[in-house]
């Protein structure tokens, strides 16, 4: 019999939005507790509904590469290869505002604060934006080469680059300051996420690679190491992510697999299969019970952490997915494409 991954009845991302953060604690203290009361699993609602299609946004005169969820749940953020950033409002589905980015904008990230937006492309910077003015306050430089991945901490302090080089740059938000650099990829890396307290930071890469690797964080005490090395997928490693409580890693694969892995072991736990062409990104929803998909198959599918099974299969783009996103309250998936386009689909 399978072992549960998930024995978890409360969903920090759904009460995240409406509860004080000094309760939150408290919320996580009782999530750990649950999690060693298997008579609680009785009570647990359904992980997600079938999908259906919310929202379509048009406008992007190029391919779709980048997508985040703000902190209200209500705006969506694009980057392209137009070399713009818009934000929608998804309520209305109007075009909020449009930022001129870097040249292609590869990715985009929320700051946990849900103040600032940060985002990465190929003319080897990273920039910093005020999401409720546009404002650019700082433009991050000295990268050797095009920056494919960011991903902010969790305390808002740092971020780290993923870089064509090779390397992953971990940089002080507030001052610029270069803290580290990760080495030890023999490939460029496609993507970067840190684990919920910060001290980890998971890394995949694509080309002849084919690893994922955890990283001790570094800070201005100690430089940061590598922990460890999972020869991950027979093909590219395209995404990967790190589940709520900090347990698992989630890895999508040119392979057209999604693999879970133990983080502290290195362990797989589980494969995914379905998806009939390259799986280009992965996410946990909030609660960690599910994760999404997005692939070059046109299709987002949803998958229960726990048993593998496939709960969803969600069409509507016309050209690959490039990116995916989950609304902090869990409710929301949004998909960016290759056909210009950005969908959001409602899940809960």
Same mark, same amino acid.
């Given at each position: ?13 759904? /009460? ?20 060693? $009361? ?48 818009? @934000?929608?409002?998804?309520?209305? &589905? ?11 904008? $590869? ?13 990465? &492309? ?12 546009? =404002?650019?306050?700082?433009? @991050? ?13 969790? =305390?808002?302090?740092? @971020? ?7 390397? +992953? ?24 996420? @840190? ?8 890394? %995949?890469? %694509? &080309? ?25 997928? *027979? ?50 929803? *909030? ?9 070059? =198959? ?12 496939? /709960? ?7 050209? *690959?997915?490039?990116? +995916?996103?989950?609304? *902090? $309250? ?19």
């Amino acid at each position: 019999m399978k072992r549960p991954l998930f024995s978890l009845t409360i969903s920090l991302g759904l /009460l995240a939005s409406a509860i004080a953060p000094s309760i939150l604690p408290l919320i996580t203290s009782a999530r750990a507790q649950a999690s060693e $009361n298997p008579q609680l699993v009785a009570a647990q609602p359904k992980a997600v509904d079938s999908g259906r299609l919310v929202r379509t946004f048009t406008g992007h005169t190029n391919s779709v590469n980048s997508v985040a969820i703000a902190n209200d749940n209500e705006t969506i953020i694009s980057g392209s290869t137009d070399r713009s950033i818009r @934000f929608w409002d998804l309520e209305s &589905g109007k075009l909020v505002r449009t930022l001129s980015g870097n040249l292609t904008v $590869n990715g985009v990230a929320v700051s946990p604060d849900g103040q600032t937006l940060l985002n990465s &492309g190929t003319d080897k910077t990273v920039k910093l934006w005020r999401i409720s003015s546009g =404002d650019l306050l700082r433009t @991050f430089s000295g990268f050797s080469a095009m920056i494919r991945s960011v991903a902010i901490a969790p =305390d808002g302090d740092i @971020f780290a680059a993923g870089s064509l080089d090779k390397t +992953i740059r971990i940089v002080q938000l507030r001052t610029g300051n270069e803290i580290a650099t990760l080495k030890g990829h023999t490939d460029y890396v496609t993507s970067v996420a @840190f684990s919920p307290d910060r001290s980890i930071l998971v890394s %995949g890469s %694509g &080309g002849l690679d084919k690893t994922i690797r955890v990283w001790q964080v570094p800070d201005e005490r100690n430089p940061g190491r590598l922990l460890r090395t999972i020869k991950a997928h *027979p093909d590219w490693v395209l995404s990967v992510a790190v589940s709520p409580n900090g347990r698992y890693i989630a890895s999508a694969s040119a392979d057209k697999t999604i693999k879970l892995w133990d983080l502290s072991s290195g362990e797989l736990l589980r494969t995914f299969t379905g998806h009939k062409d390259w799986v280009r990104s992965v996410k946990f929803t *909030p609660d960690g019970r599910t994760i999404v998909s997005g692939s070059k =198959d046109q299709t987002v599918r949803l998958w229960s952490t726990d048993s593998g099974e496939l /709960l969803a299969t969600l069409e509507g783009h016309k050209r *690959p997915i490039m990116a +995916i996103a989950v609304s *902090p $309250n869990g409710r929301y998936v949004a998909s960016a494409s290759e056909d210009k386009t950005v969908n959001v689909w409602q899940i809960r």
